[in-house]
């Protein structure tokens, strides 16, 4: 796989505020839908890994914070969703207490319970009543 990562200067001063939920999307072709963030709204390539025109990973970062992460389209993938649909990604801190308030309530479906990763973070995935994916995360 290529790390075909690229790192551009923002054009704001002072620190950007912490992403909190960040929109995941995958892509029948990934390297367009990049091209065309970052040429229609000025997200900026913060990293892209590919492998010829399969991405695994991309983070397009928003100016003033946050940003959008996306790949290519994999229909078998655990975290599969389909093109034109949306995930979200969340960073917390109350991770447990998190887990707590959803594993049981009314219309979520638990893909993964909350499970500590081999790359440091806390995290859990359901999908909630409309079929959506939704990933909270600590990060370490």
Do not use: C, N
């Amino acid at each position: 796989m290529t790390d075909t990562s690229t790192t551009e200067t923002p054009t704001t001063t002072g620190p950007a505020p912490a992403p909190q939920v960040w929109p995941t999307l995958q892509a029948v072709d990934a390297l367009a839908l990049i091209d065309f963030y970052v040429d229609t709204f000025g997200f900026r390539r913060t990293a892209v890994y590919a492998d010829g025109d399969t991405v695994a990973h991309a983070q397009l970062d928003w100016p003033e914070g946050g940003g959008i992460m996306l790949g290519s389209h994999k229909p078998d993938a655990e975290w599969s969703t389909q093109p034109g649909t949306l995930a979200a990604y969340a960073v917390t801190d109350q991770i447990e207490e998190l887990w707590r308030r959803v594993e049981h309530a009314p219309g979520v479906t638990v893909i993964r319970p909350l499970t500590s990763t081999d790359y440091g973070s806390r995290e859990f995935a359901i999908r909630d009543p409309e079929v959506g994916l939704f990933k909270p995360v600590l990060t370490i």
